[in-house]
Every structure is written in C-alpha cells, then in structure tokens.
C-alpha cells in the first residue's frame, strides 16, 4: 500500500473528493488508483466511518488475544507503535504490555485506524461484534468502525 505523500509525487487526484474521503479515514489505496476506484471503496464507508469486512475467524482471533477478559467487547491499547490486550484497568506498565502488532492484518488496520482518528494519539479502544470504538471521559462511544461480519 502506498502511503499519502506518495500520492502527491505521484499526482495522483487528491483534489477528488473521493479520494481526501479515503485520506480522511485511513482507507487504502494504490498508485494509478481511479476516481471512480476511490469512489468504490469510500462508498463502504457509513455515516462517515469506514465500514469493514470481518470473518468470524478473525473475531476469534481477536478474542484469543485477550488476557484479562473474552466477554464482548475486546479491549486493546495502542501507542501507535505497538498494540497490546489490555490487561488493566488504567495505564498498562510497559513490563505487562504483550505487544500483538502484526499478528491479525485486522487489528492493526483498527489501530491504524483509530490513532488517524485520534490525530495520532494512542490510548484504549475496544471492538464489538458490529462496531469498534474508543470511550471519552464521560463514557460516550466514539464508533470509528463498522465490522461487517461476513460468512466464510
């Protein structure tokens, strides 16, 4: 994949508003890459969040992961780098954090996805069965991803 300073070398149509929508939440993209291509996979995305392909597989996956807890949903921390289960309830010391980073394609487009959202802030986020999202302070979800769950 391609990242986005790529595409201004390359001049690629960034002026496409396709294509600042696919900037905008983290999806992929290559070089050569059409409007209406843009327009395709932008389109996945529902109500301004990206929406994505889930097979029960990875949801299990996923749930192996955890340490702490299995219930839905998961909850993992990311510091941009390095994405870990998360296995307390505040600031993971380094010596816990059991880095899962490129273990499931999945989780780290999440991650990948929730820093961008976050202006590259790590943190905590957790994934559903339908949705994946980080909490503010006053609990209110904040969704930055649809999971569709696909039959295999």
Known sequence: MTTWVNYRKEGVGLQDEWFERMKRYGLPAWPGMTGEQARTVAMEVRDGVPAIDVSPWELQTLQGMQIRRT????????????IWPTVTLGYTPLDLRQDVSGQLPL??????IYTR??????GRFFIGPVEAYWQEEDYSRCRFAWLNVRED
């Open 71 to 82: 219930a839905w949903p998961l909850a993992f921390s990311t510091n941009g780098r390095e």
């Open 107 to 112: 989780l780290d487009r999440l991650a990948k």
């Open 117 to 122: 959202a976050r202006c590259w802030y790590g």
